[in-house]
């Protein structure tokens, strides 16, 4: 009968002690909460835009293409003419260079 109540008191204690609890898993448990309550939120969030319905870009794509082929066409137009331009800036070059040629000057 002595050992019965000795199991008995032991098992009490040990689970008495085991009750208790730890004051860093409380703050751990208390800090993993306000995590999942953040985290809740945020999704709350991201479940509301995702309800909205998306914006039509059709247009702005339309117009940003047609600006593209407007700069693009103005780009080969002035690509025409700088090449146009270096070769009047070559030919004027040449025929300067055969006038210096023709027409040497004299130093004093």
């Known amino acids: 009968m002595q050992s019965r109540y000795l199991i008995l008191s032991v098992l009490l204690a040990a689970g ?3 009750c208790k609890e730890d004051p860093e898993l409380v703050r751990k448990r208390d800090e993993q909460q306000a995590e999942i309550t ?5 999704v709350a969030l991201l479940d ?3 309800k909205e319905p998306v914006p039509d ?19 080969a137009r ?15 070059e040449k025929d ?13």
Do not use: H, P, V, W
Not at 38 to 42: A, F, H, M, N, S
Not at 57 to 75: F, G, P, S, V, Y
Not at 78 to 92: G, M, N, V
């Open 78 to 92: 002035i690509e025409k003419e700088i090449a146009s331009l270096e070769a009047k800036k070559a030919a004027a």
């Open 57 to 75: 870009r059709t247009k702005d794509l339309a117009k940003a293409k047609e600006q593209i082929e407007t700069q693009t066409a103005e780009i």
């Open 96 to 108: 300067f260079a055969d006038y210096r040629q023709k027409y040497i000057l004299k130093n004093n």
């Open 16 to 18: 008495l002690t085991s």
């Open 48 to 50: 509301e835009k995702l």
């Open 38 to 42: 953040r985290l809740k939120g945020e």
